[in-house]
């Protein structure tokens, strides 16, 4: 359609900020469209220079208030591997339970309150609880749930105060951990409810081929550790990874993109449901079936039910561990200590995507450089590739409804909680 179009959605905020879309439409073709990042630069790389190793997954963790336990988990894998730290049985049971506490409460948090206001025809989770108490309700107690479990294992709800270089520093009392087992087994009647939600709604139908990027573990759906592998069949090395995945900046976003030697790739839910399909537990492999995804899926809207499948995955996981925890018996442990020094990778899959650290630790023990790859700025090239192949596919629709369409892409990606829970403002420039 040649249409002439200007949209402007102002300040959608993302992982450390905010950030606008612009779109330019001359007579039905794009002249021009860009995701501005406008957040100033941070620095967490250079905060750990100079520091101790056994700080390092403190600071990094305030990278981020909701994947605080996948930073620190990153952290403390580049830590471990720089200096030959090996954990026990019982440190990674309850890292990895962390973990999983991490992924539901951020998915929950994602599709509840941030993606089911938009499936309902409502502004926000303030009007779904007249519209929908029932959904709104279950996703409050399913949150409460996973900040539960991040409780209990890393000392609080975000920021994990327990989880050091060589272990842990805190063990849970069994009987808290049944109450944790006892109250996930009966959220999976929440998990249902949704995905039954999710099913019957509409969602565009629309598909674009590309690479996916994410860990692959064996005898496991990779969350906290495995290996990098590409949907094209390539594996990674992970001491190779930013051979692999090139960072770089651009003119329009303080956020730089990345692409692989491909070129545009895709990580997050959706990237590991379709790489990772096989190692998902029975009743995710039943909410795949039952939500109608076809593998390999290339629609990113489905993002979002991809999350819902890998909620139902990290309950049944986190039960599992929790149950081999009990048979174990929990008991304090001291903490591994170090046998060397060097050049570390810690590679874990958070909420979003693949989080990269690397740091390059002294005899001394102090941390010398640092390198962080984060999920959203992987994302931010396929977001503006699917913006791109997405807008001429709707420039016949209203206004409202074209600027709908494209705040809901953006959504899909789950960018983070700033990003979304921000009001977007949608400007047309006529």
């Not at 519209?131 to 994990?160: D, F, Q, W, Y």
């Not at 069949?233 to 651009?250: A, M, R, S």
Request: glycine fraction near 8%.
């Amino acid at each position: 359609m040649k249409r002439d179009l200007n949209i402007k959605i102002h300040e959608i905020t993302r992982v450390e900020g905010h950030g606008n879309i612009v779109i330019d439409v001359k007579k039905g073709e794009i002249k021009e469209l860009k995701l501005e990042i406008i957040e100033s630069p941070r620095f967490f790389e250079m905060m750990l220079r100079g520091r101790r190793y056994d700080e390092a997954q403190h600071i990094m963790a305030r990278i981020c208030g909701i994947c605080a336990v996948s930073h620190t988990s990153a952290a403390l894998r580049a830590i471990e591997d720089a200096m030959d730290i090996k954990v026990s049985r019982q440190a990674t049971l309850l890292r990895k339970l962390a973990f999983d506490g991490e992924m539901l409460q951020s998915h929950i948090l994602h599709i509840f309150f941030l993606v089911l206001p938009d499936l309902a025809g409502v502004g926000s989770i303030v009007p779904l609880l007249a519209s929908h108490p029932e959904m709104a309700k279950t996703g409050l107690e399913l949150k409460r749930l996973a900040n539960e479990i991040c409780e209990t294992v890393g000392g609080r709800h975000i920021h994990p105060i327990s989880l050091f270089p060589g272990g842990v520093v805190f063990t849970p009392k069994p009987a808290d951990l049944k109450k944790l087992k006892r109250e996930l087994e009966a959220s999976f009647t929440g998990l249902e409810a949704a995905l039954e939600f999710l099913a019957d709604s509409e969602l565009p139908d629309f598909s674009l081929e590309r690479e996916f990027i994410s860990l692959k573990s064996k005898g496991e759906y990779a969350f906290y550790s495995g290996e990098p592998v590409s949907s094209l069949g390539k594996e990674i090395d992970p001491k190779g990874f930013t051979e692999e995945v090139k960072e770089y900046v651009v003119e329009h976003s303080s956020a730089k993109h990345a692409r692989s030697s491909k070129g545009t790739y895709m990580v997050g839910a959706l990237a590991r449901v379709n790489n990772n399909r096989r190692q998902l537990g029975p009743k995710a492999k039943d909410a795949l079936k039952a939500s109608g995804m076809k593998l390999p899926c290339y629609n990113p809207f489905m993002n979002n039910m991809a999350q819902l499948i890998e909620c139902f995955h990290a309950t049944e996981e986190a039960i599992g561990f929790i149950d081999e925890l009990l048979e174990l018996g929990p008991k304090p442990e001291p903490l591994a200590r170090p046998r060397g020094h060097g050049r570390g990778v810690g590679i874990v899959e958070a909420p979003r995507g693949t989080l990269y650290h690397e740091y390059e630790i002294n005899r001394d023990g102090i941390i010398e450089s640092s390198v962080c790859i984060i999920p959203t700025a992987q994302n931010l090239r396929s977001i503006e590739d699917d913006l791109r192949a997405f807008v001429p596919t709707v420039l016949d629709r209203p206004k409202a409804e074209i600027a709908k369409g494209v705040e809901t892409l953006v959504r899909a990606y789950d960018p983070c909680i700033s990003c979304s829970a921000h009001i977007m403002d949608v400007s047309f420039l006529d």
